[in-house]
């Protein structure tokens, strides 16, 4: 397949730790996307890798073939071994030419006889993409906010991802996180107030504080993302499991939190299937200085950056900006996940899973106990033949207003596409070969397992290692 690539030019220096205020709009990649079906999750009737492997409740439909003496066939209702010769016909027949006589019924002999059988109930399967997505996540974005004796600074990627995470939550009914900013600069929905630019701020100061501003930008430290989440969730009165997790491609990792890219990636699709978006810590400079078409012939194409998420430049561990992952879809046997990258109209944006070296960061958050207010926008459904389309799914913003809306008005949910697809099983019937010896043959799948069990000096061998066991065996000569 054919690829197209081209070279971005970075709308700033990126400094380490910092973040990223906002990028060119031409810069963006298309976020058009399809799907594709993987994975069965409901099936009726008796199916083994999508074929049926015994009859179906209800007839079956059979396709005999007969096969004769002479090389010629004909399609028979069913395979009758009575119509196999007997031996005595078979050694007339042999000895026609010469005997002169010919049997009562000519020789055109029945040499076999094969069915293909079909269920005549139709089987429905329910197949569901690997591709997951979060609808209504909260789309907030960077303001100005003085950072001491720096004057104006962006208030910081950090406090801005993590109150898109803690208001995902507040949808869900937990409430009490933003029982203290019910009014304020931002709104939605509709005779809701929410000040989520106080809470920003609140995480700026009192939670994710200890970080440094610099080139017009504050930048939040790594481990105190962690702690400040955590504080922050258990000051609202609530418990909650909040994870850091380092990962990276071909290093060294020593401890449990630091993982391979492999790893990662499982995190941030389980965390997705279970409703919960995470937030990413990376190296937005480099990895958006490229851009890529992955394309598998039954997906829209999708234009995604492709540069490496981590490289440990200029020092290990250093990241310069916090996303939050939205979404996750394979696409051309490779791995995209969709980022609100907190600069207005920046949502939903594709990367390539390109994890290099330390440290590319995961942080997670799951609540303990279950919502106790109100679900201004419960998990409550999913969407067929969507992904991705800002009018089906209706996110949590309002592109022609301003200032634009914080939460999702209408709807959330965890999106898969479903795919149906409907069939008659299939099987193999009747099958023998005549044998004017026996009468007829069954015809076999061949068996290499091995049956019963063996003991000696070298049991609890592995017998597998170059295929199955040779047996010796006394076989009759021809």
Known sequence: ???????????????????????????????????????????????????????????????????????????????????????????????????????????????????????????????????????GVPNLWQFDYACGAFGANAVGCGPVAA???????????????????????????????????????????????????????YATLQGTMRNGIDDFIADAGYAASVDHYKVCDGCNRNAADELAADDGLDVVISELAQGRPVIMGFNVGPATATTDTFDDYESDPVVAYDGELSNGAPATGIISHYAVITGYQRIDSQDIVYLNLGWQQWEDVPFLWNVAGKWLH??????????????????????????????????????????????????CGILREEHVSEYYPQWNGAQFECDPYGGFADIEPLDTSMGGSTSGTHSGGSLHNGGPAILDEQLPLP
């Not at 109150?163 to 009914?173: D, E, K, L, P, S």
């Not at 800002?390 to 301003?402: A, E, I, K």
């Open 1 to 135: 397949m054919k690829r197209t690539k081209q070279t971005l030019q970075p709308s700033a220096l990126l400094i380490a730790a910092l973040c990223v205020i906002a990028m060119p709009a031409a810069a963006r990649p298309s976020t058009s996307t399809g799907r594709q079906s993987t994975g069965t999750i409901a099936s009726t009737g008796t199916v083994a890798g999508g074929i049926a492997t015994t009859p179906m409740n209800g007839d079956e439909v059979c396709t005999c073939i007969a096969t004769y003496s002479d090389g010629s066939s004909d399609e028979v209702s069913e395979c009758a071994r009575s119509e196999c010769p007997d031996l005595e016909t078979y050694n007339a027949c042999r000895d026609a030419g010469s005997t002169g006589v010919m049997p009562i019924g000519g020789c055109r002999l029945l040499d076999a006889c094969a069915c293909e059988c079909r269920s005549t109930e139709l089987v429905v399967q329910e197949y569901v993409d690997e591709d997951i997505f979060l609808a």
């Open 362 to 411: 995961l942080y997670t958050v799951d609540m303990h106990e279950g919502a106790s207010g109100d679900e201004f926008c419960s998990i409550d459904r999913g969407i067929d033949d969507t992904f991705l389309d800002d009018d089906d799914l209706d996110l949590s913003f309002d592109s022609n207003t301003v200032p634009r809306t914080v939460l999702a008005g209408a709807m």
């Open 163 to 217: 109150t898109t995470v803690m208001y995902w939550w507040a949808q869900q009914g937990y409430d009490g996180l933003v029982t203290g900013f019910m009014s304020g600069r931002g709104t939605s929905p509709v005779e809701r107030e929410h000040d989520w630019q106080g809470m920003v701020e609140t995480f700026r100061d009192d939670y994710l504080d200890g970080g440094f501003c610099v080139a017009g930008q």
